[in-house]
């Protein structure tokens, strides 16, 4: 606020009102000396609203103009980078699971809906080919990413393919004992009332069971291990059962879980069964380890041995993933599928063997060779092959040594 004072001027009429004397005005306002100086009141005024002006409503509109064009910089490169994201890259493909006959392409088709209604990732698609060949070429090639074969096959063609997983099995004989296995053990075995002839002059042989499942091993049999003691027959006669085999012939070619799963029938008694050694020595069935002619392992999962490069180098693992995942769902349990069960399809051993508890993952470096181990290539190759099955599993699995055997 402004104040003054006022004084009364002499030599005037009483009757004149006081007049302002401007010498004696006193005036204290907000307005400093330095900011508003006498007689120059209006151009103070005048150059506070010029400079005022420019310097202070501009800046905000800047500021927003800045903020508007990182904003559109950002969200042009996001945008960048999912296109890229898509084009470049696509979404995940399916895996490809290679079949050899309707049947099984059938059973494929219906496990890929059910894998999808669970949301199993990734996506599972089912190719046909004309023949087991076929899908192994396929396989070399990328065109289809993974089967499952049996170890005659996967010795058979070991130079392109790789194991990365392995069926657990239930053995035939569901005794209190029983453990799911990782493959099938094969013996000459008789009975203990009968009398075993050293020069082998009467035939082997083997139940229509035995056959039907391992003819390949019957068939070889005689070829790789019966006659490394060179006394031994060139044919093996096929019998209606087991119990027929042991009680008709002088010795039986056939798989332990055969013998194990008739002695659970109470038809003979296990201590009646002999196991025959190569060296014509016997044993007892529980000790079959001993004289095992040879071991085949599971079935297996497999894929291509080639090195992979890109997106297709995580294949094998998200293959892993996938069916570990999903034997959990659709096992031996499932409620409307079962991965093990071919029986609606009137098949059996359709992609998965039957008696198939569970698939195993095995270790990224495990080869074929490995995963037949020792007796099963020594069987195929004729002759001793060293191989350690550690690059397969966690820790070793036993597994018979024929060339050990007395």
């Not at 209190?176 to 002059?201: D, H, I, W």
């Not at 470096?365 to 069987?379: I, Q």
Request: proline letters at 4%; one cysteine or more.
């Amino acid at each position: 606020m402004s104040s003054y004072k006022y004084k009364k001027t002499t030599g005037g009429d009483d009757g004149d009102p006081l007049t302002l004397n401007e010498t004696g005005i006193e005036m204290n306002s907000f307005t400093t000396e330095e900011e508003v100086k006498p007689g120059n009141a209006e151009e103070g005024v005048v150059e506070e609203e010029v400079v005022q002006v420019p310097n202070q409503l501009p800046r905000p509109c800047r500021v927003k103009t800045f903020y508007m064009s990182w904003a559109l910089v950002t969200t042009g490169l996001l945008f960048g980078l999912i296109l890229t994201a898509l084009f470049g890259h696509g979404s995940k493909r399916s895996i490809k699971w290679c079949c050899v006959s309707q049947q099984e392409l059938t059973k494929c088709s219906e496990m890929t809906v059910y894998f999808e209604l669970e949301t199993l990732q990734p996506p599972l698609s089912c190719q046909k080919k004309d023949s087991i060949s076929a899908c192994v070429d396929a396989i070399d090639s990328d065109t289809v990413d993974v089967m499952s074969m049996s170890s005659q096959l996967l010795y058979q063609y070991r130079d392109k393919l790789k194991p990365i997983m392995a069926e657990q099995v239930y053995p035939a004989h569901h005794g209190s004992n029983s453990q799911a296995v990782y493959g099938e053990y094969f013996v000459r075995a008789k009975l203990r009332n009968r009398t075993f002839p050293v020069q082998c002059n009467e035939s082997y042989c083997t139940d229509e069971d035995t056959y039907f499942r391992s003819s390949y091993i019957v068939d070889n049999a005689l070829k790789h291990s019966l006659k490394q003691t060179g006394k031994c027959p060139n044919n093996i006669s096929i019998q209606a059962d087991l119990a027929r085999s042991l009680h008709d012939c002088a010795a039986v070619f056939t798989s332990v879980t055969a013998l194990q799963n008739l002695a659970g029938t109470g038809k003979i008694n296990e201590s009646d069964i002999e196991v025959i050694c190569l060296n014509a020595s016997l044993t007892t069935l529980s000790r079959y380890m001993e004289c095992t002619r040879i071991f085949t392992p599971t079935n297996t999962l497999v894929v291509s041995n080639k090195l992979r490069e890109g997106t297709d180098a995580e294949m094998p693992m998200l293959i892993v993933e996938l069916f570990h995942v999903a034997y959990l769902y659709f096992g031996r349990d499932g409620e409307y599928f079962q991965m093990f069960n071919s029986s609606k399809y009137e098949s059996r051993d359709l992609m998965f063997t039957d008696a198939t508890l569970k698939l195993i993952p095995l270790l990224p470096k495990c080869t074929a060779e490995a995963y037949l181990g020792s007796t099963y290539m020594e069987f195929e190759a004729g002759s001793s092959v060293d191989v350690d099955n550690r690059t397969c599993f966690t820790k070793a699995f036993p597994r018979p040594i024929i060339s050990e055997i007395n």
